[in-house]
C-alpha cells in the first residue's frame, strides 16, 4: 500500500519532470525516448524494466559498432548521475513488480551466476532505490553490493525503507558513483568463485556492463 500510494504520487507530481525527459531525450538521442528490458524480479521471475533512454544508436553511421562511451553524451550522463533515467520505473511500481526500495534489478544475463546465498536478494521485490545504492552505487565492488543486497533483506523494516528513501534525495542531489572505474557505465559480473571472491577482478577482466 505504501509502494503504490507514494509511487502514484511521485509519478502524478514528477510527470512535468519526465515529459521534460522524454523532449530532450528525443531531441539530444533520439528515438525510442524509453525502453524495456527484462530484469528478474520478486523470486527470480522475469519482468520488464522502463527506463529513459541515455544512450544513442549502437551503430555509426558506417555500420561500426560504438563503444558506451561514444554513444553516451553529456546529456545521458546527466540523466544518469540524477537517476532521471530510473523515473518511468514508477510504473513497475505500481504494477506490483518493484518496491520503492530493495535490492536494483540486475541484468537478466547474470542470474544464473549467482551464488545461492547472492539468490536471496530475490527473495524481496527489487526496489527503485536501496541499500548500496545509498552507500556507493555502481562505485561499490560486486562483493559490497551483493553484501548490502543481503544486508537490507535480513534487516528488512518499514522505517528502514524511510531512511534509504530520505538518503537516496541526497545521492541524487550529489550525482556520484554512476560509474565503476574505467567504464562508462557499470563493471560487469561474471559470477563469483567458490570461496566466494569475485572473479575477474581486473578491470581488464571483467569488462562493463553493455
Avoid at 544518469?80 to 533515467?85: E, H, V
Avoid at 560509474?179 to 571483467?206: H, I, K
Wanted: aromatic fraction near 8%.
Amino acid at each position: 500500500m505504501f509502494d503504490v500510494g507514494l509511487g502514484l504520487c511521485l509519478g502524478l507530481g514528477l510527470l512535468p519532470v519526465m515529459a521534460l525527459v522524454a523532449l530532450g531525450v528525443a531531441v539530444r538521442l533520439g528515438r525510442p525516448v524509453m525502453f524495456r528490458q527484462m530484469r528478474p524480479g520478486l523470486d527470480g521471475r522475469p519482468f520488464g524494466l522502463w527506463k529513459f533512454r541515455t544512450m544513442g544508436p549502437e551503430c555509426a553511421a558506417d555500420g561500426r559498432v560504438l563503444e558506451d562511451e561514444e554513444r553516451m553524451n553529456g546529456f545521458g550522463r546527466w540523466l544518469r548521475a540524477r537517476s532521471l533515467d530510473e523515473l518511468p520505473g514508477l510504473l513497475n511500481v505500481l504494477r506490483g513488480e518493484m518496491s520503492l526500495v530493495g535490492p536494483r534489478p540486475l541484468l537478466w544475463k547474470y542470474l544464473p551466476l549467482y551464488t545461492e546465498r547472492q539468490m536471496r536478494r530475490h527473495a524481496v521485490r527489487p526496489g527503485m532505490t536501496g541499500l548500496a545504492q545509498v552507500n556507493g552505487r555502481n562505485a561499490l565492488g560486486w562483493n559490497e553490493r551483493f553484501e548490502l543486497d543481503l544486508a537490507y533483506v535480513d534487516g528488512l523494516s518499514f522505517w528502514g525503507d524511510l531512511g534509504i528513501l530520505a538518503a537516496t534525495l541526497g545521492v541524487v542531489l550529489r550525482g556520484g558513483g554512476v560509474t565503476s572505474p574505467g567504464c562508462a557505465t557499470g563493471a560487469e559480473f561474471f559470477g563469483s568463485a567458490a570461496d566466494g571472491r569475485r572473479q575477474g577482478a581486473g578491470l581488464e577482466d571483467r569488462g562493463c556492463e553493455p
